[in-house]
């Protein structure tokens, strides 16, 4: 069985022959003029947008995790990850973004494909207006990786000779910690101007009848609840990818299959990374590695970062990274992502990404598997007191030493390990035995929503936005959605 199928029956509820279905709404029926579904920053700067265009519609917001001010990780506390079933590092208000390294790009260059569905000028003229609302809430003034012109050229002048492109694009870092309390302001700014807001409520299925959708069925508690809405936006986020797909599978919304991207996490110490961290802060690097020539590019740069792991649902775990404005570790952390684009008759990116997840996850026994560079071409596992004879110390205490390359696709990996060899080109050491690579770093773009110019989808009144959508990756592009969505609403009125 396919695993949105399988999601997919798990959705549908054991409908009793005859009966009516177990998740069916028993409770009242509720009615708003825009719902929301996900708190995420593309739902959330929407419902920012309408406001400030002097919206006076109803907005409503369901959210499946916690206000931002209740969001806290158990493993803060006990060392560990406990699995929770709503991970409070990317569900509840703000999303992904509230333990997020809070770095917002500032370039249409950066976080997404919208520039080929909006026009690359109307996106870079929405980020330099959304940037502006940031830093109202209180963001750094500061830009990252505008500031040293000469050095700057001189690193692209090294890409250039190991093959690599070096993308311009400044950052505003707001750090975890700012980054949380931002989308708190942002949150009391919401209520304070009548936006409803339902917490632990998980949206199960989009009402839709004559290809219209009319509301969605809610779990709020224990009842399911039916809410009405004239507007559905769904704005579910990474987390919400593969429900948005049980959705359009259930109700013919159309999209395609994406992009997926498989990789490492890669960590070294900060003296290797002191010239990229000081002058770009982050180096967005693009190359095409021979033999396979997929493309593969350097993600979410943390210098002085921590390694994260994040949980979503089917017990998937997965590494990530961020960094905080003050509490710094000596090492720098980023992605190096291999992106796959399948051709007929594969068709479910998701699911691949997914198995090669899983089966990381049982070699590392639930926890993340990291491993020497050295070891990956020496063709043997590292063992834990071989780490600590590193000058790199794991900032993830509890990865599992192993060998990811038993659960990695051979394309991925050739291509990753071609690929940090020219970084090496540009950062002497990168590419030393003792840097750190974690797997599995996934990334579920896939299942792009077709949609048109004003972001409507093939169901009348149904849009949808944010990284769910395959549209966007990131903190800024996920905003812009939302604030552009926004506007073609008040202009429909
Ligand atoms: C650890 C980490 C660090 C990151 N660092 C950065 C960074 O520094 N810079 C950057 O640009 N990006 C970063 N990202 C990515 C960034 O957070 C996302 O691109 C962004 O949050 C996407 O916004 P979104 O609104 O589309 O979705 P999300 O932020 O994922 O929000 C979606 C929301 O929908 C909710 N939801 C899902 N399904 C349902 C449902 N069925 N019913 C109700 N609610 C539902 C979820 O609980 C979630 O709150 C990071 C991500 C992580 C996890």
Redesign the pocket.
Same mark, same amino acid.
Do not use: Y
């Given at each position: 069985m396919l695993f949105f199928e399988f999601l997919y029956d798990i959705m549908d509820w054991c409908v009793p022959e005859g009966g009516r279905a177990k998740d069916e709404p028993k409770g009242k029926t509720m009615k708003t003029d825009i719902l929301i579904? #996900?708190?995420?920053? *593309? &739902?959330?700067f929407t419902a920012l947008e309408l406001i400030k265009n002097g919206c006076k519609d109803k907005i409503t917001f369901?959210?499946?995790?916690a206000a931002i001010e209740k969001r806290a990780c158990p493993k803060s506390k006990t060392g560990v990850c406990v699995n929770c079933k709503?991970c409070a590092?990317?569900? #509840?208000?703000?999303? *992904? &973004?509230a333990?997020?390294?809070?770095?917002?790009?500032l370039s249409a260059d950066v976080?997404g494909d919208l520039p080929d569905l909006i026009g690359y000028e109307t996106v870079q003229d929405l980020i330099d207006y959304t940037d502006k609302i940031y830093l109202d809430f209180g963001a750094d003034k500061h830009i990252e990786g505008v500031e040293h012109p000469e050095e700057i050229k001189a690193i692209r002048r090294k890409a250039i000779q190991a093959g690599l492109k070096l993308v311009d694009c400044p950052i505003r870092h707001m750090g975890t910690e700012k980054a949380q309390k931002i989308y708190y302001d942002i949150e009391q700014y919401l209520l304070d101007n009548g936006v409803e807001m339902h917490f632990n409520?998980?949206?199960?299925d989009l009402i839709i009848e004559d290809e219209t959708c009319k509301g969605a069925d809610?779990k709020i508690g224990n009842n399911v609840e039916r809410i009405q809405a004239r507007e559905v936006i769904v704005?579910?986020?990474?987390?919400?990818a593969l429900?948005l797909e049980v959705m359009c599978a259930k109700h013919g919304i159309l999209h395609q299959p994406g992009t997926v991207d498989i990789g490492v996490r890669v960590e070294c110490r900060n003296e290797i990374m002191e010239e990229i961290n000081s002058v770009l802060y982050e180096a967005k690097l693009i190359g095409y590695p021979k033999p396979f020539k997929n493309k593969v590019r350097t993600f979410?740069q943390n210098p002085g970062g921590f390694v994260?792991q994040?949980n979503y649902d089917e017990n998937l775990a997965v590494v990530?990274?961020?960094s905080y404005k003050e509490l710094k570790s000596p090492n720098t952390n980023l992605a190096i992502l291999c992106s796959h684009n399948f051709t007929h008759p594969f068709n479910q990116p998701i699911e691949y990404a997914k198995k090669v997840g899983e089966l990381t996850n049982m070699l590392g026994d639930g926890k993340m598997l990291v491993q020497r560079y050295g070891d990956i071409l020496d063709g043997k596992r590292t063992w834990a007191k071989e780490l600590e004879n590193s000058n790199v110390r794991p900032t993830l205490k509890d990865a599992v030493a192993g060998d990811i390359t038993a659960a990695m696709p051979y394309r991925a990996m050739l291509s990753i390990i071609n690929f940090i060899k020219s970084v090496d080109v540009i950062v002497p050491g990168f590419a030393a035995g003792e840097t750190l690579l974690y797997s599995p770093e996934l990334k579920f773009y896939s299942n792009k929503i077709k949609m048109d110019e004003d972001l409507s989808t093939s169901i009348a009144h149904l849009h949808c936005?944010?990284?769910?959508?395959g549209w966007?990756?990131?903190?800024?592009?996920?905003?812009v959605?939302?604030v552009y969505l926004a506007r073609h609403l008040c202009k429909r009125g």
């Open positions: 579904i #996900g708190a995420g920053p *593309a &739902g959330i369901i959210e499946k995790g709503n590092i990317t569900t #509840g208000f703000s999303g *992904a &973004g333990f997020s390294d809070g770095k917002l790009s976080g409520a998980e949206c199960l809610v704005a579910t986020g990474r987390r919400g429900w979410c994260s994040e990530n990274g961020h936005l944010g990284d769910s959508t966007t990756r990131g903190l800024m592009m996920a905003s959605m939302g």
